[in-house]
T-cell receptor, first 112, second 115 residues
């Protein structure tokens, strides 16, 4: 069974501080990992995916297969980063690669 | 392109009534997915539809829930005889082709409250 765990429900940092949102996963095959973000009163939107190895809005995430983790990091948090962040995975191949499994989310608050 | 549209945004139903949730995918998207988010939980996959076809309904409760995506018009998620446990946010997503090659775009969600 596939599972995504985000151990922190809430995370609060000060502006300019580094931030790391943790994500661990369980999947028997080769997963694709995503981070989604939901700003206040807005819809869920894709922040980044591991396969594209991009940096979006200063955020990066590296897939660590040994630790089965996909932590989201940003060296200097900004107030506008305050949002709910969801880690998600899907299979890369096979019949159900369209099915996303989400973690419960981490609410990030960046204080001035 | 207006993005994925869902209506209503908020829906209140009494126990035993029916709830109909609508989703209009983005223009040119023929794949629709429904997810449910219970309080304090992550989004959970319910069903995947293409035009006039249900591809995967493995996440749908066996009773009272149904979904369709007709040739014309929006996708509908229908919940009959609602119970308090159906109170949740229901999200629709669409993609031009299957995830991950076509990463889905999410709608704003419908928040269903059963009283």
């Amino acid at each position: 069974a596939q599972r995504v765990t985000q151990p922190e429900k809430l995370l609060s940092v000060f502006k300019g501080a580094p931030v790391e949102l943790k994500c661990n996963y369980s999947y028997s095959g080769s997963p694709e990992l995503f981070w989604y973000v939901q700003y206040s009163r807005q819809r869920l939107q894709l922040l980044l995916r591991h396969i594209s190895r991009e940096s979006i809005k200063g955020f990066t995430a590296d897939l660590n297969k040994g630790e089965t983790s996909f932590h989201l990091k940003k060296p200097f948090a900004q107030e506008e980063d305050s949002a709910m962040y969801y880690c998600a995975l899907s299979g890369r191949s096979g019949g159900s690669n369209y099915k996303l499994t989400f973690g419960k989310g981490t609410l990030l608050t960046v204080n001035p | 392109n207006a993005g994925v549209m869902q209506n209503p945004r908020h829906l209140v139903r009494r126990r035993g009534q029916e709830a109909r949730l609508r989703c209009s995918p983005m223009k040119g998207h023929s794949h629709v997915y429904w997810y449910r988010q219970l309080p304090e939980e992550g989004l959970k996959f319910m069903v995947y539809l293409q035009k006039e076809n249900i591809i995967d309904e493995s996440g749908m409760p066996k009773e009272r829930f149904s979904a369709e995506f007709p040739k014309e018009g929006p996708s509908i998620l229908r919940i009959q005889q609602v119970v308090r446990g159906d109170s949740a946010a229901y999200f629709c997503a669409s993609s031009p082709n299957s995830v991950p090659t076509g990463t889905p775009f999410f709608g704003p969600g419908t928040r269903l409250t059963v009283t």
